[in-house]
């Protein structure tokens, strides 16, 4: 059985609540992902979920239009 894990990583250039949006809905598409937090004014994007890739969600915040800075 697999278990559920929190990751977090650091997404820059986001500026409003449609950006948070943008992110959390491309995110919230990778495999494995059970749930989805993002902080706009910090950017930290909290990801909760068993057997995500990190190169998975590094291409969903491109493709919402933003960058994955670091993982933590």
Request: charged share 25%; glycine share 10%.
């Given at each position: 059985m697999a278990v559920d894990r929190q990751r977090t990583y650091n997404v820059?250039?986001?500026?409003?609540?449609?950006?948070?949006?943008?992110?959390?809905?491309?995110?919230g598409r990778v495999a494995g992902v059970s749930?989805?937090?993002?902080?706009?004014a910090s950017g930290a994007?909290?990801?909760?979920?068993?057997?995500?890739?990190?190169?998975a969600v590094r291409a969903a915040v491109?493709?919402?239009?933003y960058s994955l800075a670091a993982h933590a």
């Open positions: 820059t250039g986001m500026s409003c609540e449609h950006c948070v949006a943008a992110v959390e809905q491309q995110v749930e989805v937090d993002v902080d706009l994007l909290v990801v909760h979920g068993s057997g995500v890739d990190d190169e491109e493709t919402a239009g």
